[in-house]
């Protein structure tokens, strides 16, 4: 058997995290910093990788403190900098980086005890002769002309770093399936934090029956602001007219429609819209094209019901499987009760 190659650690003696996700202090202000180290680290040649005190600096996502930043921390010390300017960083460049000191007015928390902050690597490992060369002052950083085949992977970096800070945002296609319980109750969860948030939201129910007076459907009326469409025939597993209950289905998809094109919704649960798809009352693939081509963007759609085909799963952002594990209708004889079922 081929034998296998070491790889080698390359050295770096401390490294910087800088907090670049915004809500501490602006993400630019962070990536300006993060700029500024770098650029350091070329002129005190703490870039290069076999110096044993070449320092690490990454920008990171939230360091869990959120406010008052921006947030330095610097490892393996232990050491948090809040209120990290460019002059502060100057000072904890030269005076913490490279000189060993803390400084000690920009510190809020010490993840270890003062002196008891883990051993300097390039010390313990006996490799310090190589010093950084004397220090030179910061410059500002619009005087800062970093050399052209630096900026280009900077930039490079930049974008990566712009592109992972977009909070993405898109109106979810959410899925709620399987033979548990629960799938309406959490959507309806889910619509009733939209609503809490002044969000438009509605309800079409396909099965349900269009007089049926469900708690949720009182719940609803009381809110208010809650559009509300039951247009089934109040079918159930043993329902004798099919024929009745898949015409009222095309029918409500039609409503889903109008409502989807035209409503302004934020979001529409379509609840037990499942079913009319697994049993062929509608055609899937038309309903997914449709769904494709029309949804707004923005608008949360979910969809309850048992036996969520795969194209709908595949089509979704967001699939939960309700699975039962004890019901107490099963173990215990108790039937459906007002305020938990219905
Ligand atoms: S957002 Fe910067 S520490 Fe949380």
């Not at 610097?74 to 300017?85: I, Q, R």
């Not at 909070?167 to 979810?172: E, I, M, V, Y």
């Amino acid at each position: 058997m081929a034998e296998k190659s070491v790889p080698n650690m390359r050295h770096y003696g401390r490294q910087l995290f800088i907090c670049n996700h915004g809500d501490c202090a602006p993400a630019e202000h962070a990536e300006r910093l993060h700029r500024l180290v770098l650029e350091r680290n070329r002129q005190q040649e703490l870039n290069k990788l076999r110096n044993p005190h070449r320092i690490k600096c990454t920008l990171a996502d939230c360091l869990g403190v959120c406010q008052g930043g921006p947030i330095v921390v610097v490892y393996p010390d232990g050491t948090w900098y809040h209120g990290v300017d460019e002059a502060g960083l100057e000072r904890i460049y030269r005076e913490h980086l490279v000189g060993g000191k803390p400084v000690e007015e920009l510190i809020f928390h010490r993840h270890f005890p003062e002196g008891k902050e883990p051993a300097y690597a390039p010390q313990v490992r006996g490799d310090e002769e190589l010093a950084p060369p004397p220090w030179e002052p910061l410059k500002k950083a619009e005087e800062l002309q970093l050399e052209s085949e630096d900026r280009a992977g900077e930039e490079a970096q930049l974008r990566r770093l712009a592109a992972r800070r977009t909070r993405k945002k898109k109106g979810l296609v959410i899925v709620n399936t399987g033979e548990g319980k629960g799938k309406t109750t959490a959507a309806l969860g889910l619509l009733t934090r939209a609503w809490g948030r002044r969000m438009k939201v509605g309800v079409i129910q396909f099965l349900k029956h269009e007089n049926a007076r469900f708690g949720e459907i009182r719940a609803a009326e009381r809110m208010g602001e809650i559009d509300w469409i039951s247009s089934g025939d109040g079918w159930t597993w043993t329902s004798g007219d099919l024929d009745e209950t898949a015409a009222r289905a095309r029918h409500t998809w039609t409503v889903c429609q109008e409502r989807i094109l035209n409503g302004g919704y934020d979001v529409l649960i379509l609840d037990e819209f499942t079913y009319p798809l697994h049993y062929g009352w509608l055609d899937g693939n038309e309903v997914l094209a449709w769904l494709e081509a029309n949804k707004p963007p923005m608008m949360h759609l979910v969809i309850t019901g048992r036996y969520a085909s795969r194209n709908l799963i595949d089509f979704a952002d967001l699939v939960t499987e309700m699975r039962p594990i004890k019901h107490p209708f099963e173990e215990q004889g108790i039937r459906a009760q007002p305020g938990i079922e219905f």
